[in-house]
């Protein structure tokens, strides 16, 4: 394999990846977890841009980095004593382990036969060469189009907007029950 | 691939740590090391914290950011749509306008429930 800018690239974004993935199960602080986790999720955008797919590095960035780990960071912030307390080993741990190496060769064993498929060996080479296949320049214009063509992706479309819609209000009515509008519960909480 | 197009975006990227390193680093060459108790406190004015700095936040607050994310997908959606506004005709418009106010509904609900309140 030839030394190409590309490569380096590939190696900076992987070492960052994977780097801070470690990180985040094996440091003790959750909270410096879920930075790590934002650290790696940015290596993955860059990982979206080697791939010449700019369009999901952007929305790994924005929803991911920007939205998901927010929401982890809300939720570490919000359980009692989490921040303060360090993960501590339990007696679980070998079932942890155990469930992860399971899912590892799970992933391995769907994602091989459907590399063989793809001919990702021959796209592994494509990769380092000078001038692998171009991605068209006007492909985000034509997810544009397709995604509120009606016999292209209309509905999934729509729908997703629903699903939103459904997240949003659901978590409404779990925090705030119904009748209680206006006074959210533990008004004179200790905050 | 055309890793060019995004030499300024990592040249931006390697700006944003140099710019705010340096005065970091230029201070601890430059700035003199005298310290006292007062120096060492978190605040240079104002009232001293007292006890735990890691407290836990009202669980209400996991709304906003809820809202945030939900709001954040959309504009993911928006982007593409908007890109290939020009080719699309008025039913694009009416579908963006059916997303959209889909969301509305939702934030019309959150605020109406009082959730959006900094109570």
Known sequence: ???TVESIVF?????????????????????????????????????????????????????????????????????????AMRSVRTAQWPVAVAVAVIFFALLVSVVTPLMDELGVDD???DFT?????????????????????PQQFMLPFEVASVLLMAALIGAVLLVWPEGTRSTPPGEAGDD | ???????FIGLFFALSWILPATPIVLGKILAPRRPNPVKHQVYECGVETFG??????????????????????????????????????????????????????ALVYTWRKGALTWA
């Open chain 1, 129 to 149: 060469q000078e001038n692998p296949p171009d991605v068209p320049a006007d492909s985000l214009v034509r997810l544009g189009e397709q995604l509120v063509d």
């Open chain 2, 52 to 105: 735990d700095t890691r407290v836990q936040f009202r669980a209400q607050y996991y709304i906003f950011a809820l809202v945030f994310v939900l709001f954040d997908v959309e504009l993911v959606f928006l982007f593409p749509w908007a890109l290939a506004y020009n080719q699309l005709g008025l039913f694009a418009l009416f579908e963006m306008t059916v997303f959209i106010f889909l969301l509305v509904v």
């Open chain 1, 11 to 83: 190696l900076i974004f992987g070492v960052l990846t994977l780097g801070s993935a470690l990180l985040v199960v094996t440091t003790r602080n959750l909270f410096h977890g879920a930075l790590y986790l934002m650290a790696s999720l940015f290596g993955v955008a860059g990982l979206f841009v080697l791939l010449a797919a700019p369009f999901l590095a952007g929305v790994q960035v924005v929803v991911y980095i920007g939205a998901i780990a927010i929401l982890i960071i809300f939720a570490i912030m919000l359980t009692p004593q989490v921040t």
């Open chain 2, 1 to 7: 691939m055309s890793l060019n197009e995004w030499i």
């Open chain 1, 1 to 3: 394999m030839d030394i």
């Open chain 1, 123 to 125: 796209f592994a080479a």
